[in-house]
């Protein structure tokens, strides 16, 4: 008498088969995710001019230390870029999209020109401001060290309006003298020179990482218990 009757292998790596092929067809057959939104929305556009306004106040009150005399104005400089590391922490963790930095360092320096500031001031903004954007990137816009040196970045946009010192100089000692006086500008020309221009670069670049270090253990310590960032 014949008996039919199935091989338990082959009935066993014909499911597999079976599920192996289901699995790949399933795969297949998903839908792929949409890439993330990286533009700005009309939202992040106005954090984008709350945080530009909070930077600016930080930015202009230590440069009214400048009516002081130049010497102050330098540590005017260097001290405002320690503060706002504290602002620019605090601003990355609410947006995280390119452009942002690039929209608050135009809109300062476009401030910066129409408060009589030289042009200059446009295209240091736009340069240092596009390397920030970079470093950013390269870090996605959450790490805390590319925040940190992309905020060194953007303060020596700074440079803009002392630029003119060197290659328009009569005009720019002209308008200073108009402005603050003679006793004041010759102690101004005497200070910045190119040598000390670059030193006091390199000082806004450290001021400002430290600031930058600042505000990110103060992001640790206070504003991400508080739900703030």
């Not at 002209?174 to 402005?179: F, G, P």
């Amino acid at each position: 008498m014949s008996t039919s009757s199935e091989n338990p292998k082959n009935s066993a790596s014909s499911e597999t088969s079976t599920t192996s092929e289901a699995s790949r067809n399933s795969k297949t057959s998903a839908p792929a995710r949409p890439a993330a939104d990286r533009s700005l929305k009309p939202k992040d556009l106005i954090t984008v001019g709350t945080f530009t306004a909070l930077y600016f106040v930080v930015f202009f009150g230590f440069g009214m230390l400048g009516l002081f005399g130049p010497v102050v104005h330098a540590i005017g400089i260097v001290l405002g870029s320690l503060a706002n590391g504290i602002v620019f922490a605090l601003y990355i963790t609410r947006i995280r999209k390119p452009g942002m930095i690039f929209l608050t360092a135009m809109v300062s320096s476009l401030l910066m020109v129409l408060t009589g500031h030289a042009w200059t001031s446009l295209l240091a903004a736009a340069v240092f401001s596009a390397l920030a954007e970079v470093v950013l990137a390269r870090g996605h816009y959450r790490s805390a060290r590319a925040s940190v040196i992309a905020y060194g970045l953007f303060s020596l946009w700074i440079v803009g309006p002392i630029l003119p010192l060197y290659f328009q100089h009569d005009a720019y000692m002209a308008d200073m003298r108009t402005e603050m006086g003679e006793g004041y500008a010759q102690a101004w020309e005497a200070l910045f020179s190119p040598a000390f221009l670059a030193g006091l670069l390199t000082l806004v670049f450290i001021a400002s990482c430290l600031g930058g270090l600042l505000g990110q253990k103060m992001l640790r310590k206070h504003f991400v218990r508080a739900g703030i960032a």
